[in-house]
């Protein structure tokens, strides 16, 4: 099974950009796709995660784990983000423990979905 | 197939709460399900959706589906909110024209993730 690391590409990150200068979302495409995807990770460009406010925006899911999204991120964060990723690919469930995730996880979470498939009662 | 209405309980809405009074998020829950799922969903009480600054927040997630996540949801806004996951219900793919959603699904969107099933090509 392989995770999911969406980057958002249109994200404008809150700046007003000229129509052809390269926005934050694709700058930071570029970045992770340059250093390269972690084992068991694929990276996803996509047009729009709905976090404009918040962006530049990544998102890790993968069948049967936690999804979360980060935003505020920049082409800087690109090893921290890369780092996260294959933290949450090595995981079972999606959860790595706290300690264990990049800072910038830990302080720029925009949300968290639980896996479709964990039973109900597991959630409340 | 069924779509998920996630509901955050613990949600404190950036506000402080005594330990005795009940949280936001659990008023919100309270609310939506006296009002009633609508058909083809189900309402899903969960622990932490980690969007605490934006709190009290929903999300809606369903197989083959976008997710969307929805913030500085209260009480109030159930009716609506249930108006907006059944539209979601209906839809193949998650996506209910934008003139279809609750003005507080247009406004206040945090996220959305693209389904894990979507060829790569159509995501980019």
Redesign the interface.
């Known amino acids: 099974m392989t995770a ?1 690391l ?1 980057v958002c ?1 249109t994200c404008r990150a809150g700046e007003i950009i000229e129509e052809d200068m390269p926005r934050p979302g694709a700058l930071l495409h570029d970045a992770l796709t340059q250093a390269g995807a972690p084992e068991g990770v ?1 990276i ?8 404009c406010s ?1 962006g530049a ?1 990544v ?1 890790l ?3 049967g784990k936690w ?3 980060y ?1 505020r991120m920049s082409a800087e964060n690109a090893d921290d983000i890369l780092a996260g990723a294959a933290a949450y690919a090595a995981t079972a469930d999606g959860l790595v423990p706290w300690r264990e995730r990049p800072v910038i996880f830990r302080k720029q ?6 896996p ?1 498939n964990m039973p ?1 009662e597991a ?2």
Do not use: F, N
């Not at 996803?44 to 976090?51: F, I, N, Q, R």
């Not at 979470?109 to 639980?114: K, N």
């Open positions: 999911t969406y590409t694929a996803v460009g996509t047009e729009c995660l709905s976090a918040q925006t998102a899911a993968e069948p999804t979360y999204v935003g979470s925009l949300a968290r979905i639980p479709l109900l959630k409340t």
